[in-house]
């Protein structure tokens, strides 16, 4: 039963997360010949294609293999803009990056050989390898991977995805001077002049602390990092093609990667990509991944052999799976949380104790049980689990709980009654809104949670479903009192969720600001392991105290997986791959 999770809490929690790797086998139609192959064909029919190797010698006939799977709205290919997982998801597949991973899973080298790093953990060099091509068989160079980090400064570029290499937060305010008010913008270029303000622009461009010298990549660091390897295996540093530059990043014939799929074509319900490097006995030839809106479509998609892979299945499926024992189920351990997102530019919601009855009006057990059929375990933390020191102690199980949401619950009648009071409020005069994403489970959640709210409270809270995109736009605007939204880990680290509630962090749309926080949590990136947790613990508990955000669940990472299917990669950090997976015969 998933639900029995909470009660295995030890270093093999994963083991136990009922890893069922399945498969499906789907022989298709063509064979598409290999990205930079030697090979030409001779001959097509409707059923198989064949292909003759240029000495002349072989003659050999195959079946195309493609794996089907589904994205939920078209992709943003282009890895220096704001990506989400689906994203990355592709991205992983059309790029090779200074790190890659290997079959198990594990961080090893990519188009980089493994960095040197200096003692003081602040330098670290990359030396790129001599052999590096692109997929259209140019040399890949330390210059293209510049060239992509140049990129994250360009209007909407994730430049905070590499805020702690040196320079950076000071060359990114320079170049955002157009997107500051008309007001400021006028008033600094008349206080500064405009030659000025190029000559700063150019120093602090200068500044930057990533160099190339020869065929290496040198970064400065502002601080050592935690996981190194998988913070610079994020997407935003991947290299990006001379040609690519003021490309829209479409899939067509002019966008070049360097990685083992390639794009074959792009439709309007579909993104197709094609494996490089082909021959007769490749395992899979073809990635599609179909473009379907709506969660319930999907799965009868699934269900109807249409689809071999399906990420995020929705939780009624997930627990009727479950319940059958179902072979396809697949779930794997996750570093996520699912949350509330307190606004706390709203005057009402400044009031800490009103948000600690929001929080504690919530019955987290409840919740969990009927509506997360996903989830690892109900939050009462912050940090879930599956962050381990080396000697593979569960940062979630070192630290106690910090709530205990079902006996709080009874008690938030109280806290609220006296926030009112700080307020000179009524309940009838409290006016909140909660934005979600449109989809089936998150409806599901939020109105659970604004009944409750009603029931204990007293309260009506306005509930505001819109498309992904909206939501992040009204988000990075402040145009929300409560959202509904999830922390996922970039690194393995706890430091990766606890640093989104920074002032100065993107992800920090709640606009949150503790000076305790930030004293606790700034020294942490140069201290040990030990040192980092205990100080990571308490940060946490800051946290947790004053209540910025309202912890709900620990995601867990669902799939339903067809038979036959064997060799999918599965990592903490990104959904599936298919680098080496086989349809089986």
């Not at 009922?18 to 930079?36: D, E, G, N, S, Y």
């Not at 309940?427 to 409750?452: D, G, T, V």
């Not at 819109?466 to 605007?477: G, T």
Request: contains cysteine; glycine residues 4%; proline residues 4%.
């Amino acid at each position: 039963d998933l639900h029995s999770f909470p009660t295995r809490r030890s270093s093999d929690l994963v083991g136990g997360f009922m890893k069922k790797r399945i498969v499906f086998a789907l022989l298709l139609i063509m064979f598409l010949a290999a990205c930079q192959s030697s090979v030409q064909t001779t001959a097509t029919t409707s059923e198989t294609v064949t292909v003759q190797e240029t000495t002349g010698e072989e003659v050999f006939k195959v079946q195309e293999k493609i794996l089907h799977t589904r994205i939920s709205r078209v992709p943003n290919l282009d890895p220096a803009k704001k990506i989400d997982m689906e994203d990355r998801w592709i991205l992983n597949h059309l790029y090779t990056g200074l790190i890659t991973y290997n079959q198990d899973g594990v961080l090893q080298e990519g188009i980089a050989k493994l960095p040197k790093i200096s003692d003081d953990g602040k330098t670290v060099r990359f030396t790129i390898k001599t052999d590096a091509v692109w997929n259209n068989g140019d040399p890949l160079t330390a210059e293209d991977f510049k060239r992509g980090l140049m990129r994250l400064f360009e209007e909407d570029g994730q430049w905070n995805k590499i805020q702690f290499i040196e320079g950076v937060e000071e060359y990114a305010t320079m170049v955002d001077l157009k997107n500051w008010t008309e007001e400021d913008r006028n008033k600094f270029l008349q206080d500064t002049g405009k030659e000025n303000y190029e000559k700063s622009l150019a120093e602090a461009k200068e500044k930057l602390g990533f160099k190339i010298e020869g065929n290496q990549l040198i970064f400065q660091l502002n601080h050592p990092l935690p996981n190194v390897l998988e913070q610079f295996s994020d997407p935003a540093f991947y290299p990006c093609h001379e040609s690519m530059l003021n490309s829209a990043f479409k899939l067509n014939e002019n966008y070049i990667s360097n990685g083992i799929f390639e794009g074959d074509s792009s439709m309007e319900n579909e993104i197709i990509l094609k494996k490089c490097h082909q021959d007769a006995d490749s395992l899979l030839h073809k990635i599609s991944f179909q473009i379907i809106q709506d969660d319930a479509q999907a799965l009868a998609s699934y269900e109807s052999e249409n689809l071999d892979v399906l990420i995020q299945p929705l939780s009624y499926a997930i627990n009727e799976h479950l319940n059958q024992q179902s072979p396809d189920l697949q779930i794997e351990q996750d570093l996520g949380v699912a949350f509330l997102r307190i606004n706390m530019d709203k005057d009402l919601l400044k009031n800490k104790t009103l948000r600690r009855a929001l929080a504690f009006s919530i019955p987290h057990e409840s919740l969990w049980k009927n509506f997360c059929y996903d989830a690892q375990a109900p939050a009462t933390a912050l940090i879930p689990y599956g962050f381990k020191t080396k000697e593979g102690v569960d940062f979630r199980e070192q630290g106690n709980f910090l709530w205990d949401s079902e006996e709080d619950s009874v008690e938030s009648l109280n806290i609220f009654n006296k926030a009112l009071e700080e307020e000179q409020q009524t309940a009838k005069n409290i006016q909140l809104n909660l934005l979600i994403e449109s989809n089936h489970q998150m409806s599901e959640i939020a109105k659970y949670i604004l009944q409750q709210w009603k029931k204990i409270l007293g309260i009506d809270v306005t509930l505001l479903e819109v498309d992904p995109n909206k939501k992040m736009q009204l988000e990075s605007i402040g145009a929300f009192d409560l959202s509904l939204d999830f922390l996922y880990a970039d690194y393995t680290n706890p430091l990766s969720i606890l640093e989104t509630l920074r002032v100065n962090h993107k992800k920090n749309y709640g606009h949150y600001y503790n000076e305790d926080f930030e004293k606790t949590i700034a020294p942490v990136y140069f201290m040990k392991q030990d040192e980092a947790w205990s100080t990571m613990h308490e940060a946490e508990q800051i946290l947790m105290s004053d209540m910025p955000i309202i912890p709900l669940y620990f995601t867990a990472r669902s799939s339903f997986v067809k038979p036959h299917i064997t060799g999918i990669i599965y990592t903490a950090l990104s959904y599936p791959l298919f680098f080496n997976t086989s349809l089986g015969q």
